[in-house]
Every structure is written in structure tokens, then in C-alpha cells.
């Protein structure tokens, strides 16, 4: 693994897998400045020097000759159901095909033998539901997302819904928004299963899909597809989320987690307290009429200390659990590759904060809550002078929740700590908000991902967790589940022009294509149960 | 006057008059608090309660009916130079338009007999310089502007540069780009020129012209067209600006002075010290990059009190003059008709800061320097989340500076205390700065302007400056003669769509209609040179 990879990989994934996230194991050291604002992450001791390596985790051992031949023999028909799936528009945002996706989704699923195959209504898109019993032991959960982001089509060599077979550098890839984001690999997994299914009859294990049409606008309804089969989806033994998950070199990363996550807008605005409520008025006003910008800019500076790199809300950092054992073995295991220069010229970015490196930089990478402007605006910002005083200004702000931490909580700790601080007229306005995911690397499901990459030669890196946020907390938190959000197969592009995902790679690339994609998917099934 | 008249005189009026610029009076006051953070500006106490009525200037006594005759016979001529000048576009900041429209006021002096009438280059839009020696013992320079602000034509009702008549509710007006910001009252004075020459085949004085075509962008290089005749401005006696000094309801109000002001930009950005130099990156980095959005929010929030109407930088209110017996007295001729309630309502804001009225408000208003943020961005603005580390942030501030203060100076102290405060990664850019501008009532120039508008029926309200900012400076403090900034005539919608000027008010409005108008510059340069 080159430095290089360790980047790409956090960028380019989401990953989560099968067992229950694990209790927090030592509190001890979170409390220990719980009434100061000082963050104890950098302090956060190791109680174990032992380093997880993947390469020790058996390679899985299961062969399956007739299953991969029916992919090398369908893999033309293969790659039409990737295109199939990319050509349909399902634009979320717009709500540009979405219906018809859905469908698309469900009618596959049917015509596969899903025994239940139906569209879920619900406030929103409509999610997708599908359950193939198998009579197996074992049930795996399959989450799915069926929508994608915009496109500028002017952007793009090859036209984003037309889904053409390019050649690039890295060999042949399919060049389709939606190619990597996630319909690419999502239909990669189901011409797996169905060549187990043309093969056998039957699958290793039960399948439940839920599938979702709103994740690039927040799944904010995905809440309401899981409620229609709660007392079903108990049923389930762990929850995988198919993804490219290699880099454009063939390495391949696992990460574990994922923070959660609270999004708010602040804003300061003109009213009965002072300032102008209508709109603008002339700058030459300030004089005599308060300005929201200036209390926006006092309320946000309370937030943080002078460098911006410190939360001064009282409490922010009680409660993150600080890294158990085998977390503590993930870190020490990455330590060795771990290239804070490599990572940093990746990004542009000269320093870390403090000039942190090595395991302090990954320590609060991974385990610190943060508090980020996103953006922030008020006024004029054409060129030139213009001379106004704003009636209104606005910042939006994220803050990433380590494991440990209540979305709830946090954004209460921040409203009262402004109210406090005398600023109650700074409206907070809560966007989304969820707690962290996280799944135990010692989960079966885990360890079963690792065996199939083994067998492939594509030992991961594995991650305790991303320092990204999705809402995984669903399956792990919710449903008490493990998941893992990874796969062979290499994509990017993701919310990008020219998203690809590679079908058949250059030679001696690394990078699996879409047939060892799709074998390494039916390994998957096989060894989640036990086979 | 009603109470609201105040507000709309203020806000679209500029006005200054013939004697050099006050000295300070008394500059104690200013130093009482000269080591604090605090502003002197609300203990400034009055040491006379006389108010000043400007209906006791005699009104003037002159009477010029052949030249008014002249005027009324050519009214519809008179009209179409109007039409002409604002039919031919010159949007300084397009480029659009600019050499013809030099050309055109260059010609149009040739044509009325000035001796010299030519361009002059700058660095920048050509000057315009015409000189008529009518052999007098007086010489009043007039300064114009000759370009325009853009124009979105589809805002229109009718078309901004075809310049029809309009009937409106005040009556017919000319609706056109530049009809009242200037071209109308300058081609207005031009007529009435005219009118003298055509009649009495002299001036009363002798008139130089100094006019530019960059107003609207900053007037950057008109110190370049002041260079080029530079010892000829030495003989001049004052200045005059004219201006639609009326407001829709007739009411007219006169201000003696300007503030100055400086405009910067505060940024933010990556840099070898930390943050995201290139561009954008993921906000889950903020664990471990720093924000220059949080470090332009910590700097800024020192610049003020936390109600942002405190400047914090220290000395900034040092030297401040406070109103002298002059001044004093205008302000107590004021006071008994300022109604704050009436000019909140116009502005839309329920309270001056800290709760304040009357005379304090007038005093702050008028005598404290701002600072304001005009503007500020960072990152992501749009809907919904979108989770950004930001590379840059910017914020655009001015503070406008009451007599007394240096540009310069303030300058240094805002980047001084910047550093001293730990935010020397933040970049201060200049982006313009002059002083303020004062005539004294007492001048000639004023007394003049004001007996013409008493004259007419008119009588001004006199406030000792706008709270606002132009470089007038450049008369009063670098030429040292004293400027006046008025006229008769109504006109609105500068920088705005439908922008006009009345021409034939209804009956009974209280406005003058262009003939009008015209008269009482006719008035005024004989009332200049004393006849």
C-alpha cells in the first residue's frame, strides 16, 4: 500500500460490518475533562502495542467453478444490466425518473425470483423492498441506493445517462453517473446472485434488499422503509452495502464506522431587538442601526478558540469512547503506512493543525468531534466596494460525532451555550443529525469480507472507522446489526463529471474487474455462510 | 418638512458649499477617551442651544427675466439635450458608451462657447475639462459626472436609454439611465448656462468644468484630470455638484459636509501555516485541518464590542472633531423636526443601537466612525447540506470617518491590532480610502445657494454632513474651496430601475419642474458673483 492509497481509500468509501457495534469499553479517559472545553482525544492513552494485520485473516477457502463460469459466459448481458441501470435517469433532487428506477429496481428483483419484490411508499421517493428465503440459516440484509446526484452533461466526455464502454488509462470502465454511486456496484452484487441462482436454484443465504431513492438528498425517509418490516428485518444477521471499494492502484481499504454527524444554519437577522428587518439599507447606517453580521460573527467566534481548533462549548467532548483494544490494534496495524506529508499534498493542505502527526493526527482524525462552517454569507460579494449594511447573514455548520456522542445532546450544548453567552437572537436551525456507526473487525461478517479479498490478493487496510458521516446508524444502532459497506472493483467520480467504474481493467492494473467483482460477491454469500 | 422628509433628502441627496473647510474648533472632547476602546462621540456637549433657521438667509433678490424667457422659449430644446445626454449610454464599469459620451459634454461646451473644451486622458475613462473666461471677478468650478450604472433593461417600464417622457403620479418625467445620477441636473445647469450666454452673450463668472467618467466606479482617477490643471484650480472660488435636491414631496435638504471612508477586504485562506490551500476539502477533515472561515471569524469578532457597535481597535475614535458652535447650531435647528420612529419605519428597523434617539442619534450618526461588514462568504450557500472545509473566506468592511480622522491611519490601526491580536495570516487589501469633506453654512456658497432656494419657496433643512462618504475631499481638503451639492428638482431610482427626473411636476406638488430648476442655477451664478 502506498501512502497515496490511504487518501483515496477514506475519500472514495463509505464502509460498516456483522455483528453489534461494540459497547463502549473504557469511558474513563473522556470524563477526564469533562468541565474544561479542552479536547482529551490527543490524550487518549494505548493500553496494547499490537497491530492488526488482514494478511493473518484466513483467506476464504470456498471455490465455486460453475457460478464463476456462468459470470465469464453472461458477462456481456452483465454489463447490460449495469448500462440498463445507469441509462435510467433517477435523479433525486430533481425527481427525474425516480418512479421509473424504482421500478426497474423492483421488476429485476422479481424477474431474479425474489418471492417478495414491491415498491414502499413514503413522505418521499419510494423505497424498494425484495426478500428471497432461501431456507438458509443465515440472512443478509442489502442495502441499496437507487438514486444519483445532478449532472452539468456539458462536463461530461461521454454523456452522463448513455452509459458508453470508454477506454482509459486504467483500461475499460463504464462512464455513467451512478457507474460507481452505487448503481455500478449494487448491480454488480445482483448478476452475482443471479448466477448462483442460474447455477444452483437457490441461494447460500436469504436475502432481504431495502433499498432507498433519496440518499444523495439525506435519506430522509429511509427511516420509514425500514419501519414498514421492522419485525422482519430482525431476521437478519448483518447488512452489507456493495462498493468499489480499491483505489486507482488496486489497494484496498476497509474502514469499519463512520462518525455521525449534527447540521445546522446560524443566522443573525434584523428584528425587534435592532437591525434592519426589511432588507439591506445604507451602509452609512451602521452608525446607528445594529447589524446581524457583526452578532453572527461574535456569536460564531464564542464557538471555538482563536485558532478555530478547539470546541469552547462546555461538555462538547464528554462521552466520546475512546478507542477499545481492538481499535488500538486497527491504529497501530495502519501506523507503519500511515504518510502525513503523502496525505497532505493529496489535499494541499501544509500542516495539520498544531503540526500533529502519526497517531495523534489518526487519533483525532477518527475520534475527535469537529466544528466546521461550510459556508457562511451576508451581503455583498460581487467585485468592488458596495456599501450596505446586510439584514440577515448566514452560516452553515457541521459537526462530526465520534462514537460516544448524542446528535441531540450536542446540538442542545450549543443552543444553550449561545443563549448563555448572550446570544439569543442567533437562531439555530437544525438541518439532519444522527449518531456514529460502528462494527467490530473481530464481526463474522467483517472477517468474511477479509477471507474474500485474501483469496483475491487484495489484502486490505482496515480502518476503524471512516472521519465521514453516513446514517449506518440505522443498521447498527437501530437494528443492532454489523455492517460492512465494501466490495472489490475500483470507480470514482462520485457526485463528479465523467464517474466511471472499471470493467476491464489494464493488465497487472490491481484493480478487479467486473468479473472478479462479481466472483468475489459470490464468495461473499458463501462464506457469510460458512461455506 | 415632515418628519420622513429627513430620510429621503438623506438618502438621496449628497451636498457641500464656497470657503474652505472648517478648522477644527475644538478638539478636547475627542481626546478624553483616547487610550479607551470607548466612543466619544455621545459626550459631546453642546456649548450653545441657538438654532439655526436657514428661512432667515435673505432670499435672493435678483431677477433675470429675459434669461428665464429664454429658458421657457426653449424648454422643448432644452428637454431634448437632456434626452440627448441620457440616450447615449456610458456605463463606466461596461466600457459601454464612454468615449462618445466624453465627446458629446466636450462638444457640447465647445458649442456653447467655452474657450477651452477638451478630453483628458487618465489612466483610466477620459476626463472632460471646459473653461469659459466670462472675464468676471468670480470662477465657480463645477464637477459633473458623465457615466452611468448598469442597467438590467427588463426591469424597466420603459426603456432605459431611449429616454421618454412618462406620465407618473408626480407628474411628467423624464425616465432614463442617468436622468437624475447626473445627467439630468448637469444638462439642466448646462441649459441654464446656455440661457445666459444666448441672452446676455456672458457669464456673470467665469465657470471651469472638470468632468469624469469613473464616478460610479470609485472615481479612481479623477486626482489625474485635477493633476492636469492644477494651477489653473487656484483661482477657482468654490465648487458646485448639481443635484436634485428635492424630495417627492417638495421638501429640500441641504448637507454641508461627507464623511470619508475606507473599504477593505479581510481574507482568510490556506496557507504554510495550515488549512486548505488549493481549493475545498472534505469537511470530515476538520479533525486535523485548520478553517481559515474560523480564523476570518476570530479575527473579525476582535474588531468589535459584541453588540458590534463598539470598535475595539485602539485609538480608533482618537481625533474625532466634535461639532463645532456652527455645527452645533445646525443640529439644534434640526432637532425639532428629526422623528427617529418615522425614519426607522422608512428603514425598516425597530431601534437605533443601545436603544438611543434625538440629539444622540444625530451625534452618532454624524460624528462616529463605523465599522461595517458590507459582505462576507465562505464555502457552500446554496440548499440544504453540503459538508465543505472551505480554503478561503472573505469579508468586505468599511468604516466611514466623521472629520478628523485619516484614512491612512485608521487603516494602520485595523492591521496593526489585526496582528497584535495573533491574525497575521489575516489579509487586510485596501481597496479605497479619502477623508471627509466639510463646508461651513457661514461660506458664501452656501448662503448663496440657500437664498436662491428661499427665493423659490424652498427653504432647505441644512444638516452639517451626510453620514455617507464621497471623495469630496479632493475640493475641500486638497484644493481648499468650499462645495456645494445641490439644487432645485426632484428626481429617484438611482443606481435602480425606472430611474428618473421630474420635468413638468403636477400643479401643486412642490416640486420644480426643469424650467425651474433651470432658474434657480441661472440665480445661483449671479448670486455668486454677487448680483
Known amino acids: 500500500m502506498t501512502p497515496t492509497r490511504w487518501l483515496a481509500a477514506a475519500l472514495s468509501a463509505l464502509a460498516v460490518a456483522c455483528q453489534a457495534a461494540p459497547e463502549p469499553a473504557d469511558t474513563s479517559l473522556a470524563g477526564t475533562d469533562s468541565t474544561s472545553n479542552g479536547s482529551p482525544v490527543a490524550g487518549f492513552e494505548f493500553t496494547t502495542d499490537e497491530a492488526f494485520d488482514a494478511a493473518t485473516v484466513p483467506a476464504y477457502g470456498g471455490d465455486h467453478p460453475d457460478v464463476y463460469a456462468d459470470i465469464e459466459r453472461n458477462l456481456d448481458a452483465h454489463i447490460g444490466n449495469l448500462q440498463r441501470w445507469t441509462r435510467q435517469r433517477s435523479v433525486s433532487a430533481q425527481d427525474d425518473g425516480i418512479d421509473q428506477m424504482a421500478e426497474m429496481v423492483r421488476s429485476d428483483l422479481a424477474g431474479m425470483g425474489f418471492a417478495e419484490a414491491e415498491l414502499v411508499p413514503t413522505d418521499g421517493h419510494p423505497g424498494v423492498w425484495g426478500y428471497y428465503d432461501a431456507g438458509a440459516d443465515k440472512t443478509l440484509l442489502v442495502y441499496m441506493m437507487y438514486d444519483v446526484q445532478p449532472v452539468n452533461p456539458e462536463d461530461w466526455r461521454s454523456p452522463p445517462f448513455e452509459a458508453h464502454l470508454v477506454d482509459t488509462e486504467l ?3 463504464l462512464m455513467a453517473r451512478g457507474a460507481t454511486n452505487q448503481k455500478g456496484p449494487e448491480r454488480a452484487f445482483l448478476n452475482a446472485v443471479s448466477s448462483i441462482l442460474e447455477t444452483t436454484g437457490t441461494l447460500p443465504v436469504n436475502l432481504m434488499v431495502a433499498a432507498e ?7 430522509v425517509h429511509y427511516p420509514q422503509i425500514l ?13 452489507l452495502f456493495p462498493m468499489n471499494n480499491q483505489d486507482p492502484t488496486g489497494a484496498l481499504q ?10 445546522m444554519e446560524l443566522e443573525a437577522a434584523g428584528s425587534e431587538r435592532g ?11 451602521k452608525a446607528i442601526v445594529d447589524a446581524p453580521a457583526w452578532r453572527l460573527v461574535q456569536a460564531l467566534s464564542t464557538l471555538t478558540s482563536e485558532d478555530g481548533n478547539t470546541i469552547r462549548v462546555p461538555g462538547y467532548y464528554d462521552g466520546i469512547r475512546p478507542p477499545t483494544e481492538e481499535e488500538q490494534r486497527l491504529i497501530n496495524g495502519i501506523l507503519p503506512t500511515w504518510d502525513d506529508s503523502a496525505q497532505q499534498a493529496i489535499l494541499g493542505v501544509e500542516r495539520w493543525i498544531a503540526g500533529i502527526e502519526g497517531r495523534e493526527a489518526i487519533l483525532r482524525y477518527l475520534y475527535e468531534p469537529t466544528l466546521n462552517i461550510d459556508g457562511m454569507w451576508s451581503g455583498y460579494s460581487g467585485p468592488g466596494a458596495k456599501t450596505i449594511l446586510p439584514h440577515v447573514a448566514t452560516a452553515k455548520v457541521d459537526s462530526r460525532l465520534p462514537y460516544g456522542l448524542s446528535p441531540e445532546e450536542q446540538r442542545r450544548k450549543i443552543e444553550d451555550y449561545l443563549v448563555e453567552q448572550g446570544f439569543p437572537d442567533v437562531v439555530v436551525r437544525s438541518m439532519e443529525g444522527y449518531p456514529a456507526a460502528q462494527t467490530s473487525v473481530e464481526n463474522p461478517l467483517v472477517q468474511a469480507a477479509i477471507g474474500v479479498f485474501n483469496k483475491y490478493g487484495h489484502t486490505p487496510t482496515v480502518m476503524p472507522r471512516l472521519a465521514g458521516s453516513a446514517p449506518f446508524y440505522q443498521f447498527t444502532e437501530r437494528l ?3 455492517l460492512v459497506f465494501t466490495g472489490l472493483g475500483h470507480g470514482a467520480g462520485a457526485h463528479a463529471p465523467n464517474e466511471y467504474m472499471v470493467i476491464r481493467p489494464k493488465e497487472g492494473s490491481g484493480i478487479a474487474g467486473l468479473a472478479e467483482v462479481e466472483k468475489g460477491y459470490v464468495d461473499l454469500l458463501y462464506a457469510i455462510a460458512g461455506g
Open 171 to 173: 483500461g475499460t470502465v
Open 275 to 285: 437591525g434592519p428587518t426589511r432588507s439591506e439599507i445604507h451602509g452609512s447606517y
Open 480 to 482: 443492532g446489526l454489523p
Open 227 to 239: 419501519d414498514a418490516y421492522e419485525d422482519r428485518l430482525g431476521e437478519a444477521d448483518g447488512v
Open 213 to 219: 431513492g433519496e440518499e444523495e438528498i439525506g435519506s
Open 254 to 263: 476497509m474502514s469499519l464506522g463512520v462518525k455521525g454527524i449534527i447540521y
